[in-house]
């Protein structure tokens, strides 16, 4: 089935769009992280209400989302269940959806909904998670079949840009948009209208939730989600916003503005929020999750992922736990010289987060 034409899409190309550096210069007011990081005298909501006009505004309300089922197949332990459902109302997607055996309406589960990473991947997307394919990483990133076979619901949805939606056809234009052009495009095409793809990732990723929220095979108060790379940025995006996610992972993604400049690092689109450096730095952002529970893995020799800035912004994080009296609900997980991975105890962590949120 042909979905529809994403509208947007779009993250970084380490490569190139030095454009975008200049753009983001332009954003207002320098700032000083560990100033600005949130503590128990802040005001949390008012910086979420800053942070939602830096990404774009109010989502709309979800609207119905005419899910199908197109195909079914028995896999070892799941079933692999291609779906579509609307994220705007002319906008369809496809996700793959994986049920345990033995799971049903009667014996329902936990649910997770995951988030892909980018790699330079853009045919690839959901696949990966799903099982499907893996045409670089093997088998690391699979996680969707690992986390099916420990007993969850997982719903694989492309990113905006990526898998099914990483083509822009217009009639009468000559070119079609794919691959970096696409996300470099859209990304634009978000800020212009006053926007950001990180907004647009946000409600994406809110009717994510809607659907496996829906599935009568899911116990919709038990849901989690997980992403490694950008889909850890997914991740902390997704979490100040979604209050029907209970449990959270983000694996090997929480870059600081100030790592970025200080290490000259261009990273993936919906990292740039614009206006927010006014105002703060990610960590400050991954803090407006709590009181959720949330854990994060890094490898400390991740350039993606500056160690530096990582381990000063930990400490902090917590405090903004601890000032809601949830600092048990923070945990995060540093490997010895290990890079932009998912390793043996980095999953072994994932896991025992989830099994303690969603399962207990």
């Not at 800053?50 to 005419?66: S, V």
């Not at 990483?137 to 619901?153: I, Q, R, S």
């Not at 006053?194 to 009568?216: C, E, F, T």
Request: glycine share 8%; with cysteine; proline share 7%.
């Amino acid at each position: 089935m042909k979905m529809n034409q994403p509208g947007d899409a779009g993250l970084f190309s380490r490569r190139s769009f030095f454009a975008f550096a200049t753009l983001a210069s332009t954003f207002p007011n320098p700032f000083v992280w560990a100033n600005t990081m949130i503590d128990a005298s802040s005001d949390v909501a008012n910086k979420r209400k800053i942070l939602q006009q830096c990404l774009g505004g109010p989502w709309p309300e979800g609207g119905p989302l005419d899910a199908q089922v197109e195909k079914t197949e028995q896999k070892d332990g799941y079933k692999l269940i291609r779906v579509n459902y609307l994220v705007e109302p002319t906008e369809r997607i496809a996700a793959w959806l994986l049920i345990p055996d033995k799971v049903e309406t009667e014996n329902k589960a936990p649910g997770i909904c995951l988030w892909h990473q980018h790699a330079g991947q853009y045919d690839v997307g959901k696949d990966e998670p799903a099982g499907v394919r893996s045409p670089n990483f093997g088998k690391m990133h699979m996680t969707g079949v690992a986390l099916a076979k420990e007993g969850y619901v997982v719903l694989c949805p492309d990113a905006a840009g990526f898998g099914e939606r990483n083509s822009r056809i217009m009639p009468g234009a000559k070119k079609v948009l794919k691959g970096a052009e696409l996300e470099r495009f859209l990304f634009g095409k978000y800020v212009t209208e006053g926007k950001s793809l990180a907004w647009k990732n946000i409600l994406d990723m809110k009717r994510a939730v809607d659907y496996i929220s829906s599935r009568p095979e899911v116990l919709a108060q038990k849901l989690g989600c997980y992403g490694h790379s950008m889909g850890s940025t997914h991740t902390w995006q997704i979490g100040p916003w979604e209050p029907r996610l209970k449990a959270l992972v983000g694996n090997c993604c929480m870059p600081t503005y100030q790592a970025m400049e200080r290490t000259n690092l261009l990273h993936c689109f919906p990292n740039y929020v614009p206006g927010w450096k006014a105002h703060g730095d990610i960590p400050d952002i991954v803090s407006l999750i709590a009181p959720k529970p949330l854990h994060l893995n890094f490898g400390e020799t991740d350039d993606g992922s500056p160690i530096e800035e990582v381990k000063a912004a930990m400490p902090l994080i917590k405090k903004a736990y601890e000032a809601m009296n949830a600092g048990d609900n923070f945990s995060w997980f540093i490997e010895e010289k290990t890079g932009h991975v998912l390793s043996d105890e980095m999953w072994k962590r994932t896991k025992a987060h989830f099994a303690k949120h969603l399962k207990s």
